[in-house]
C-alpha cells in the first residue's frame, strides 16, 4: 500500500453505497491540475464516510489516502486499483483585499469642472 495525497476541486460527491450491514462506501470525484487525467475517484469506507459531511462541490480539498491494487478474482492476470481516502483538508482559497489607497487630496483652483 502506498501513502499519497489528492488535490484539487470536489467536481461530484456520490450517495452513500450499503453493500452489506459492515460495509458501505461514498466516492467522491476530484479534478485535478494534472497535465494528463484530470479527474480522480477516491472511496471513503464505513466509518470515514462521515468525513464527507462537510464537504461541497466545488469547494478546493486535499484528500490524504491509500493507493492499493488486488488481483481480480476471476484472471489473476488483471488488477484493479482502489484509492481509499482517510483525512480531508480545506484548502483556504486567497480572497481579493484591495490596497490601502490613500485619497487623492482635491485642488481648489476655482474651476467648476
Same mark, same amino acid.
Not at 493507493?67 to 492476470?77: E, G, L, V
Given at each position: #500500500?502506498?501513502? *499519497?495525497?489528492?488535490? *484539487? =476541486? ?5 450517495? %452513500?453505497?450499503?453493500?452489506?450491514? =459492515?460495509?458501505? %462506501?461514498? #466516492? $467522491?470525484?476530484?479534478? =485535478? ?15 470515514? $464516510?462521515? !468525513? !464527507? ?7 478546493? @480539498?486535499? $484528500?490524504?489516502?491509500? @493507493?492499493?491494487?488486488?488481483?481480480? /478474482? %476471476? ?5 484493479? /486499483?482502489?484509492?481509499? *481516502?482517510?483525512? @480531508? ?7 481579493? @483585499? +484591495? +490596497?490601502?489607497?490613500?485619497? /487623492? +487630496? =482635491?485642488?481648489?483652483? *476655482?474651476?467648476?469642472?
Amino acid at each position: #500500500m502506498i501513502k *499519497g495525497t489528492a488535490e *484539487g =476541486t470536489v467536481k461530484k460527491i456520490f450517495d %452513500k453505497v450499503q453493500y452489506s450491514e =459492515t460495509f458501505s %462506501k461514498r #466516492m $467522491i470525484v476530484l479534478e =485535478t491540475d494534472n497535465q494528463y487525467n484530470n479527474e480522480i475517484a477516491i472511496d471513503f469506507i464505513n466509518a470515514q $464516510i462521515g !468525513l !464527507l459531511n462537510n464537504v461541497r462541490e466545488g469547494q478546493n @480539498i486535499k $484528500i490524504y489516502c491509500d @493507493i492499493f491494487s488486488r488481483p481480480s /478474482t %476471476k484472471n489473476p492476470d488483471q488488477y484493479f /486499483t482502489n484509492v481509499k *481516502g482517510w483525512k @480531508i483538508e480545506v484548502i483556504q482559497q486567497n480572497e481579493y @483585499i +484591495p +490596497p490601502n489607497v490613500e485619497e /487623492t +487630496p =482635491t485642488l481648489d483652483d *476655482g474651476l467648476p469642472f
